[in-house]
C-alpha cells in the first residue's frame, strides 16, 4: 500500500521532470534538416562556433594535465603511474596536432585530428551539457520509480539486491563514476556485499548515453539511434546476467565490507502506488532544481577535465600501436572466431577493432567508420563498444579507486568475457534486423 497521499505539485513536477529528461535523450527531432536527440542538436551548435574545437580541446586538456599532476594522481602504484604518463604524453599529441608538427600520416583525417576533433572535443562538449539534462532522469525520483518495479528482476537475474537497479539504470543514462562512487559508498555502508558490488561495478557501470551518441555519430548510426540504444540496453544486462554465474565474479565472497555474512533482503510488494512513494519520496530529498543542475553540470566538467587528457593520451597511443605494431591483430584473433561464427561482415576488421575497446571504448568506431563498411558492422561495433564495458582511459581506473575487491587480473578476464557474450548477442540481433 501506499505510505504517503500524493501532492498535486509534486505530481505534476515529477512527471514535467521525467518527460523532460525523457525528451532530450529518447526523442529524435529534426531541425534544419538533421534528424537527431535534442541533446545531439544542442552540442551540435556549440561545436559548430568558429574554433570552438580548438580553443575548447586546447583548454580542457591543459587543465586536466593541470589538475593530474596537481592531485599528484602518479602516486599509488605502477597502474597509476602509467595513466598518469598517458595524460603527459597527450601534450606531447596536443602540440602536433596545434603545429602540426611531424609524421604526414599523423595528420591524415583518420588520425590525431580524428581523435581530437571527432572522439575528445565531442566528449568534453557533450559530457557537461548532457549531465544538465541528465539531472532530469536521475535526480528527481525517476531512477526510484522505475526501481521498485525492478526489484523482483534484481535478484534472481544478476544476484544484486532491488536497490541496485537504480544504479544500473543510473549507470547506463548517467555517469558511471558517479554511479560507481555510489555503489562504493552503499558497499561502505553494508548495503552491498562484495560479490554484489563486484557485479554492479563490472556490469552495470558502463558509458552513459552521451558517450554512445558520440559512438553513434561516429559510425553514422544516429539514424538508427533508438534501435542502437535499445539493443545495447538488453545486450549489456543479459550479458551482465551470465557473467555474475561465471569466474570470477561468481567466486567472489558474499560478505559486507564489515565481515558480515549475507543477510537477504525482506520482499517487498510491487505496485504502482509503492512506485510513485519511491519516486515522489526521492523528489522531495532532492536538493531544488537549480541546485541538481549545477551540481551534475560541476560533475559533468571535473569528469571531462579528468578524461579530456586521458582521451587524448591513450586515444592516439591506441591508434598509433594499431597503426605501427601487430599488437591488437592479435588480440583481436581472441573475438575473430566469435565474429567469423555470427557471419559478421568484415569479420576480421571487427575482432580487430574490438580489442581496441580496452584501452578506450571509443576506439573501435573510427575503425569501422568507412563508407565502405557494412552498416551491420557498424552497429555490432557500437553495442559490443559499450556492453563491454572495461577501458582503461576511464572505467577501470575509476574502479580500482574505490574500495570493491576486484583484482587487476579480472578487469582483464572479465573484459575478455563481456566482449566475447557481447558479440554473440549483438552479431545474431543485427542478423535478424539487417
Not at 548517467?174 to 555510489?182: D, E, M, Q, T
Not at 591513450?314 to 557471419?343: H, K, N, S
Request: glycine fraction near 6%; avoid cysteine; hydrophobic fraction near 55%.
Amino acid at each position: 500500500m501506499a505510505t504517503k497521499k500524493w501532492n498535486p505539485s509534486d505530481i505534476l513536477r515529477f512527471v514535467l521532470f521525467s518527460l523532460l529528461g525523457i525528451f532530450m535523450f529518447f526523442v529524435p527531432i529534426t531541425i534544419n534538416g538533421s534528424n537527431t536527440i535534442p541533446i545531439d542538436h544542442i552540442t551540435n551548435a556549440l561545436k559548430s562556433i568558429p574554433n570552438y574545437g580548438i580553443v575548447v580541446g586546447t583548454v580542457m586538456v591543459l587543465v586536466g594535465v593541470f589538475l593530474a599532476i596537481k592531485k599528484r594522481e602518479w602516486e599509488g602504484g605502477p597502474i597509476k603511474a602509467i595513466f598518469f604518463a598517458l595524460k603527459m604524453v597527450a601534450l606531447v599529441y596536443l602540440v602536433l596536432y596545434l603545429f602540426k608538427i611531424g609524421p604526414a600520416r599523423f595528420h591524415d583525417s583518420d588520425m590525431l585530428p580524428m581523435i581530437f576533433n571527432s572522439i575528445m572535443v565531442a566528449v568534453v562538449t557533450i559530457v557537461p551539457i548532457g549531465s544538465i539534462f541528465l539531472a532530469f532522469l536521475t535526480g528527481f525520483g525517476l531512477m526510484e520509480f522505475i526501481g521498485v518495479f525492478m526489484e523482483p528482476v534484481m535478484r534472481p537475474v544478476f544476484k544484486t539486491p532491488g536497490r541496485s537497479a537504480v544504479d544500473a539504470v543510473a549507470s547506463f543514462v548517467g555517469s558511471y563514476s558517479l554511479a560507481l562512487l555510489i555503489t562504493n559508498r552503499v558497499y561502505r555502508d553494508d548495503g552491498y556485499t562484495a560479490k554484489e558490488a563486484a557485479i554492479i561495478a563490472t556490469g552495470f557501470s558502463t558509458v552513459s548515453a552521451t558517450f554512445m551518441i558520440i559512438v553513434a555519430n561516429t559510425l553514422d548510426l544516429m539514424d538508427y539511434w533508438l534501435m542502437y540504444f535499445w539493443l545495447t540496453f538488453f545486450i549489456t544486462f543479459i550479458v551482465t546476467a551470465i557473467t555474475v554465474r561465471i569466474f570470477p565474479l561468481s567466486r567472489k565472497k558474499d560478505t559486507y565490507f564489515s565481515g558480515k555474512p549475507y543477510v537477504p533482503e525482506p520482499k517487498k510488494h510491487v505496485t504502482f502506488a509503492n512506485a510513485m512513494d519511491a519516486g515522489i519520496e526521492a523528489l522531495h530529498k532532492a536538493p531544488s532544481l537549480g541546485k541538481v543542475v549545477s551540481q551534475n553540470f560541476m560533475d559533468g566538467l571535473g569528469m571531462a577535465l579528468n578524461i579530456a587528457p586521458s582521451l587524448l593520451g591513450v586515444g592516439f597511443t591506441g591508434l598509433l600501436l594499431a597503426e605501427y605494431t601487430p599488437i591488437f591483430d592479435w588480440i583481436g584473433y581472441i573475438f575473430y572466431p566469435f565474429t567469423a561464427l555470427v557471419q559478421i561482415p568484415e569479420a576480421q576488421l571487427t575482432a580487430k577493432a574490438l580489442a581496441l575497446s580496452i584501452a578506450e571504448m571509443l576506439l573501435p568506431a573510427p575503425v569501422v567508420a568507412g563508407p565502405g563498411v557494412a552498416i551491420a558492422t557498424k552497429m555490432v561495433v557500437a553495442i559490443v563498444s559499450v556492453s563491454e564495458i572495461m577501458f582503461f582511459s576511464a572505467s577501470i581506473p575509476v574502479m580500482m579507486s574505490t574500495d570493491i575487491p576486484i583484482k587487476f587480473t579480472d578487469y582483464l578476464v572479465i573484459w575478455v568475457e563481456r566482449t566475447i557474450l557481447s558479440i554473440l548477442l549483438a552479431g545474431l540481433a543485427v542478423m535478424l534486423l539487417f
